[in-house]
């Protein structure tokens, strides 16, 4: 069985990788809008079980009155 | 002597066409998951004789992955095996072996056993196995590196899916088709990075 490489070398940083890959500054705008959109999404799924929780209560509530 | 390799560097031998796409962006991302830095031989400039600069390439990253697994004739006439990845293969292997704690090498492929067949001085190397899926791609990566903070594969693909699904719009800004051009390259690493950033501080139980 193979063993994996154990990395322990430290993250690049941004600024480091911003060197290394430079992109134009119509990019950055584009890539900070795709990445408001992705955080967009992240939220929603996480706010999706909390809302399906209070709509439990909610229904639970009502059948009970 | 060159410099010491770059502890993060993953030298990236693929197959550099349009049914690559997937596993390419599938690579990208997730090597950034992992805190790993990829590098293609698009993003040498131009001067110097090609295959050397592919060698200094190879030679500043600390591993590489050769992805063997589309080493077949070309579709496109005249029909012709594509050597350029068996190539980068053996100037790595020459070098690893001259300076093993310099480099390590990986190879890839998409049905098991196949490298037994086509290149069978490799006897004895496991090949990673990827199946031709970009899960597949990022279930191996996880099994070839370890990190104390590593993402779960569920996270990894939740990233992958979104990049997949604006690659065309990165191309587009880009003015390109072509995926790998050095443009493309440099866009889809930054946003794999930051993409990373974002589930990791939103999302820390997939991590």
Not at chain 2, 26 to 34: D, M
Request: proline content about 9%; hydrophobic content about 35%; glycine content about 4%.
């Amino acid at each position: 069985m193979r063993k994996p490489i154990y990395i322990t070398a430290p993250r690049p940083t941004l600024e480091e990788l911003k060197k290394q890959f430079p992109i134009s500054k119509a990019s950055e705008r584009a890539i900070q809008a795709l990445a408001d959109e992705f955080k967009a999404q992240l939220s929603n799924r996480e706010e999706a079980p909390v809302n399906s929780i209070k709509q439990e209560k909610r229904r639970k509530s009502a059948s009970a009155a | 002597m060159p410099p010491p390799p770059d502890p993060k560097g993953v030298f990236l031998n693929i197959p550099y066409d349009e049914e690559f796409r997937n596993l390419y962006i599938a690579y990208v991302v997730g090597l950034f998951q992992l805190d790993l830095v990829p590098h293609l031989a698009s993003e040498i400039p131009g001067g110097d004789r090609r295959l050397n600069r592919i060698f200094e390439l190879i030679q500043s990253c600390r591993y590489s992955i050769h992805d063997l697994s589309r080493v077949e004739l070309s579709v496109v006439p005249p029909a012709a095996p594509r050597f350029n990845m068996p190539l980068e293969l053996g100037m790595t292997i020459t070098w690893a072996n001259l300076n093993p704690d310099q480099h390590t090498w990986f190879v890839w492929e998409s049905e098991p056993y196949r490298l037994q067949r086509s290149a069978s001085d490799l006897n004895g190397t496991d090949p990673y196995i990827h199946n031709g899926t970009p899960e597949g791609v990022l279930r191996e990566l996880r099994n070839a590196f370890h990190r104390d903070s590593m993402p779960s594969l569920q996270g990894m693909l939740h990233v992958y899916r979104f990049v997949y699904n604006n690659f065309n719009a990165i191309l587009l800004r880009n003015g390109t088709h072509n995926p790998y051009d050095r443009s493309v390259f440099n866009e889809l690493c930054m946003l794999s990075r930051i993409l990373t950033d974002l589930i990791r501080l939103t999302r820390p139980e997939v991590f």
